[in-house]
């Protein structure tokens, strides 16, 4: 077994690696890969293809978008990943072309582009254009002959490389030994990157960069330029290093370690992972385990406040337990507009299950829109096809389910939907699609987020069974504070409905407490109006810094009288 190990140490390790990425991409961070998935739409399409190609590096994106539509299975997403990392570290291995005890350091490369995917906008297309380029690099080393030779191949190999990888043929070039032929490569590469962007509809920065390694246009992040650095070092240099002593090899491993931990410290940006997995789990609509996600950690930006109460809304708890956590006025109720595609897309899902459909359909165009890299996305074309089929508006909704129909995973979705086109009472009978035909108003208008009360307002008197909107029409001025008002809209559901959650309790008790009157019998429960009478005794003893005030963090109260 020893003896085993020691032949095979290399290869071990480089699937011990692998199996690290497998687990931290699968495990931990499974959200992440459907977050990549949903901000593009790979067709099985001439058209497609032919758009791809017609831009340097389109074949490494055609490949990487054909490889991210897997990440719709997190399993295999993960794997795709673990994959391609180890094929990078095991690149950077063969360009050092040393026997030597130097192994380690060709994990240095992969960490960092670990660390470097860090940023949710770093595309799989760089990774693609890094593995063809190494393996490129990597042929070019192998090859044995004249130097005229290499001078003619030279010539013919950095225009085809670079139109189907882009920016990242400058490796290639770079690695071009002898001398005499990597500078003129170089050189002559540069000059193809010039040219093309007098033809291109692109502006120079990002035909130097890359047109599709990084979904902000005209950015790029400097590791990603740190990796081609260091490779190009490893490659060079590696050979010329001395045998290394023992102590040597045990120090690289001690590197290699603590530079493993630097992706998953710094890399990878909790807070902006935690409103991703929100995302996530509202685009599956597994309410429960959003409020179990608050329940842990309490959310506080918009986003995840609005993404809790939707799920509190979804179970009929927001009444309940609104006030078990952190509320950021009504924007935790539905977010101000923002050109980025997660917080419309959320902003959209919660119109849209209220029931205002074409307010829904038009965040979805606007989310659609936000993608910096004007990729389409399946997940809005999903919700196209659901607010056209609701709206009866047939022939639209066929001209989407055409195009989910050339994808792989939404093309079963498609085929149901396309079963029900036309069909009313499939529609009707549909336990959401009918919901919501029965929830939406029939007229357009213009409305702005001062006005959500009386919108929700309005979907309340359209359809009294619509619960949501009742939730939400009350809610919406206890977190403006405004209780007078809410003393209207309360009498008003509650002449229509038996809803009575302990906020509407505890804020009734408080407004005719501020009118010096009695609650009505029956209309507030004996413990109510005895907490109430213990939170106004405290208050009125200390004040809002009061310390037995703080038993009362998750009531209407501490709310309007202590809450920021």
Request: glycine share 6%; proline share 5%.
């Amino acid at each position: 077994m020893k003896k085993f190990l020691s032949k095979h140490a290399r290869l071990l390790s480089t699937l011990a690696f692998g199996l690290m990425v497998f687990l931290f991409w699968g495990v931990r961070y499974p959200f992440a890969l459907t977050y990549q998935e949903q901000l593009q739409m790979f067709l099985f399409d001439s058209d497609y293809f032919c758009a791809r190609m017609a831009e340097p590096g389109g074949f490494a994106r055609y490949i990487a978008e054909f490889l991210v539509q897997f990440y719709n299975g997190v399993v295999i997403g993960a794997l795709i990943l673990a994959l391609l990392y180890m094929l990078v570290q095991r690149l950077t291995w063969r360009l050092m072309k040393t026997e030597r005890g130097y192994y380690l350091l060709s994990f240095i490369p992969v960490i960092i582009l670990w660390y470097a995917m860090g940023d949710e906008n770093v595309m799989l297309t760089y990774v693609v254009a890094l593995v063809l380029a190494m393996a490129a690099a990597l042929g070019w080393r192998r090859l044995s002959c004249a130097l005229w030779m290499k001078w003619v191949l030279a010539l013919v190999l950095i225009p085809v490389l670079y139109w189907l990888l882009g920016p990242v043929v400058l490796l290639v070039a770079v690695l071009m030994w002898p001398l005499s032929v990597a500078i003129p490569a170089v050189v002559y590469a540069l000059a193809l990157m010039l040219l093309s962007a007098h033809y291109q509809p692109f502006p120079m920065s990002r035909i130097i960069l890359g047109i599709s390694y990084y979904r902000v246009p005209e950015v790029i992040p400097y590791s990603l330029m740190a990796i081609l650095l260091v490779i190009v070092l490893l490659s060079l240099f590696s050979r010329k290093l001395p045998q290394p002593k023992r102590w040597m090899v045990y120090a690289q491993a001690v590197v290699v370690a603590m530079l493993l931990l630097v992706p998953q410290k710094f890399g990878f940006d909790t807070r902006k992972y935690d409103l991703i997995e929100y995302d996530h789990l509202v685009r599956v609509n597994d309410w429960n385990s959003i409020i179990r996600k608050a329940e842990q950690q309490m959310p506080d930006l918009p986003m995840s406040v609005s993404a809790t109460n939707l799920a509190l809304g979804m179970t009929n708890q927001l009444g309940e337990r609104a006030f078990d956590f952190y509320q950021r006025g009504t924007q935790g109720l539905l977010p101000k507009f923002e050109r980025n595609f997660a917080t419309t897309q959320l902003t959209g899902e919660i119109y849209f299950h209220l029931g205002l459909v074409n307010t829904a359909q038009r965040l979805a165009f606007e989310a659609m829109e936000a993608i910096p890299n004007y990729n389409k996305s399946a997940r809005v074309l999903k919700r196209l096809v659901e607010t056209n089929m609701i709206n009866g508006q047939y022939k639209v909704a066929e001209k989407y389910i055409r195009m989910l129909e050339k994808t792989i995973f939404y093309r079963p979705w498609a085929g149901r939907m396309r079963a029900m086109l036309g069909d009313e009472k499939a529609i009707n009978a549909h336990p959401l699609y009918g919901t919501l035909r029965r929830y939406r108003l029939q007229e357009d208008f213009l409305f702005s987020d001062t006005e959500l009360d009386r919108i929700c307002g309005q979907l309340f008197m359209h359809d009294h069974q619509n619960q949501m909107a009742a939730q939400y029409l009350l809610m919406i001025p206890l977190l403006e504070k405004d209780v007078p008002r809410f003393m209207q809209y309360a009498q008003y559901v509650q002449s229509q409905t038996r809803y009575n959650p302990r906020s509407c309790q505890e804020a009734i008790a408080f407004g005719f407490m501020q009118q010096r009157q009695l609650s009505p019998q029956g209309l507030v429960s004996p413990l109510v109006l005895q907490q109430l009478n213990d939170f106004s005794r405290i208050y009125s003893a200390g004040g809002k810094d009061a310390p037995g005030l703080q038993q009362f963090r998750n009531t209407v109260w501490y709310y309007l009288m202590a809450g920021k």
